[in-house]
C-alpha cells in the first residue's frame, strides 16, 4: 500500500484504468516517486471517465495516512520527526498535526509549500478528507445528501463542505461539528482552502492582490478593502466567509489575541460560536480595565455588522423570518450598506406588534441620547430618524417616545412631582429635557411616588389630627393634699 503511493505501477487500477492517458500526457514522466501520479493530478480535466474514477480512488486513499503520500513523506521527513513525534500514525493524524504547524518556524518552505498543496486537495471534496468525511458521514447523508452526485472520478468542488457550514446548527455529532469548525479556520487562513471562493475570485485576486502572499487571512483581508470594486460572485462569497467569521471569535485570530485576557475576564462563562462571545465582549467595551487594542478591533467589528446585518449571528437568525417577509428586496439587493437594517427600522412598528416581547434593536450612544431628547421635546426630525431612535429606545419608556402629546404629558406628571416635593430641576429641566430613561427613569419616578404621597400623608395627620385630652403632673411637698 506505501508503495502504491510512490508508483503507479504498484496501483493495479489505476495502472490498468490510465494506461493511455498516461502514455498521451505523461509519456515523458519516469515511474516513482509519485511523479506519474503527481502529472495524472495536473491533467485532472483531460483524464478518460476510468482514468478519472481510478484516480480519485487513489487519492483518497493516499489521505488516510502519511505514509501513503510518497511526496508529503519525503518532503516533511525532519518535520514529522520533530514537531509530529508524539503522534501516531494513521486515520490522517499526521498530515492533520503538520496542517497545524503550518506556522511554526521549525517547518521548512518546502514541507510547507507541499502541505498546503495537500490542504488545496482535501477542499476540492470532502472524501479527500479522511478524519471530516469520517466524522461528518451521517451528517452529510442527513443534512446535504442532495448537493453533490458527482459522477466517478469526479470531485464536488466543496458544494459539501458548504453545505455543512450552512447548515451547521443542525450537525448532531460533535467531532463533525470541530472537522467543520477546523475547516472553517483553514479557509478563514487561506483563500485557496475554499474552492467555490477561490473559483469565484480568481481574476480579483490577480487583480487587486497579486503581490499579497497568501495565509494568515492576507488576501481575505486585500478582498475585504476593495470590496467596492470586485465582481459580483467574488464579493457574495467573501461576505459569506466573513459572515461565518464574524459568528465565532475563534475564527478571527487577530481579534481573538488581543481579547484574550479580555475574554478571561469578563466572558469566561460564555460560550464561543454564533457570536456571543463577540457581543459579550462589546458589552463589556467600557469598562474602565478594557484593553484599548481589543477595543479599537472591536470597534472596527462593531462597524462592519452595523453594515451588513449578516455578520450579526444573533439578529440575522431571530430576523430571518421578518426579513424574508418584509425585507426580501432589500436582502436581495445589498451591498453592504446597512439596506436590511434600514427595511427593519422602517417596519419596526409593525414588526413590535407582531412580537410583543421585542426590546431594543440597538444602542445610539451620545448622539442618539441627544437625538432621543429632541423626540422627547416634540421636535420635528426627520421621519427615518425618529424611526431609528423608536427602535432604540427601550421598550420600557419607548410609549412615553411615541406621541408628542404623550412625551409632553410625562415631562409634566414629573416636573409636578418634582415641584411637589421641593426637590427642584433635579430629574428634569424645561431647558434641558429628560436626563435618565429605562429602568433607572421608572426608579426615579417610583421613588417621587412614594416621596410626595408620604409628605402627602404627613402633612395631613399633622393639620387634621384632633385635640386630645391631657393630664399635667406637678410636684408636691410633704403634708400638702
Not at 130 to 149: F, P, S
Request: charged share 25%; with cysteine.
Amino acid at each position: 500500500m506505501s508503495r502504491a503511493g510512490s508508483n503507479v505501477l504498484f496501483d493495479s487500477g489505476l495502472a490498468t484504468a490510465c494506461k493511455e492517458d498516461r502514455a498521451a500526457l505523461c509519456g515523458d514522466v519516469e515511474a516513482g516517486s509519485a511523479r506519474v501520479i503527481r502529472c495524472l493530478q495536473d491533467h485532472r480535466s483531460s483524464l478518460n471517465t476510468k482514468c478519472a474514477a481510478a484516480l480519485f480512488d487513489h487519492e483518497v486513499h493516499i489521505s488516510e495516512d502519511i505514509d501513503f503520500n510518497h511526496q508529503l513523506k519525503k518532503t516533511c521527513a525532519y518535520e514529522v520527526s520533530e514537531l509530529c513525534k508524539e503522534m501516531p500514525h494513521g486515520h490522517g493524524r499526521i498530515i492533520r498535526c503538520l496542517e497545524r504547524e503550518l506556522d511554526n518556524t521549525d517547518m521548512s518552505k518546502e514541507c510547507k509549500a507541499e502541505v498546503e498543496a495537500v490542504m488545496s486537495v482535501q477542499a476540492k471534496d470532502f472524501r479527500l478528507d479522511t478524519r471530516l468525511k469520517g466524522a461528518c458521514e451521517q451528517d452529510i447523508n442527513a443534512l446535504c445528501a442532495h448537493v453533490c452526485n458527482a459522477a466517478p472520478g469526479q470531485v464536488c468542488g466543496g458544494s459539501v463542505l458548504h453545505c455543512l457550514q450552512e447548515n451547521q446548527e443542525k450537525i448532531s455529532s460533535q467531532t463533525c461539528q470541530d472537522e467543520v469548525f477546523y475547516f472553517q479556520l483553514m479557509e478563514v487562513k487561506d483563500f485557496r482552502n475554499d474552492v467555490i471562493l477561490a473559483q469565484a475570485c480568481r481574476q480579483d485576486v490577480e487583480t487587486f492582490c497579486k503581490n499579497i502572499e497568501p495565509g494568515d487571512g492576507r488576501v481575505h483581508i486585500c478582498l475585504r478593502q476593495n470590496k467596492d470594486q470586485l465582481s459580483e460572485p467574488c464579493r457574495v462569497e467573501e461576505t459569506k466567509l466573513a459572515a461565518i467569521e464574524y459568528s465565532d471569535i475563534r475564527l478571527a485570530t487577530k481579534l481573538n489575541k488581543l481579547c484574550s485576557e479580555e475574554k478571561a475576564v469578563y466572558c469566561k462563562e460564555v460560550k464561543s460560536g454564533r457570536g456571543r462571545m463577540i457581543k459579550c465582549l462589546l458589552d463589556h467595551m467600557a469598562e474602565p480595565d478594557f484593553g484599548a487594542e481589543c477595543k479599537e478591533e472591536l470597534q472596527k467589528r462593531d462597524e462592519a455588522m452595523k453594515s451588513d446585518i449578516r455578520y450579526d449571528k444573533a439578529a440575522s437568525e431571530k430576523c430571518k423570518a421578518d426579513i424574508d417577509t418584509h425585507c426580501k428586496d432589500a436582502r436581495m439587493s445589498f451591498r453592504g450598506e446597512a439596506s436590511v437594517l434600514k427595511c427593519l427600522v422602517s417596519m419596526f412598528s409593525e414588526l413590535q406588534k407582531a412580537h410583543a416581547k421585542s426590546g431594543a434593536a440597538f444602542t445610539i450612544g451620545v448622539v442618539g441620547r441627544c437625538l432621543s431628547k429632541s423626540v422627547v421635546e416634540g421636535q420635528n426630525l426627520g421621519q427615518q430618524c425618529k424611526g431609528l431612535v423608536m427602535a432604540a429606545a427601550p421598550k420600557d419608556v419607548r410609549a412615553y417616545y411615541s406621541t408628542p402629546e404623550a412625551s409632553s404629558a410625562f415631562l409634566q406628571t414629573i416636573t409636578a412631582m418634582q415641584a411637589a416635593t421641593g426637590m427642584g430641576p433635579l430629574l428634569v429641566d424645561q431647558e434641558s429635557s429628560v436626563t435618565v430613561s429605562g429602568w433607572l427613569a421608572l426608579g426615579c419616578i417610583i421613588s417621587l411616588i412614594v416621596v410626595l404621597f408620604g409628605s402627602i400623608a404627613w402633612a395631613l395627620k399633622s393639620c387634621l389630627s384632633p385635640d386630645r385630652p391631657h393630664t399635667t403632673y406637678l410636684p408636691v411637698k410633704d403634708g400638702d393634699t
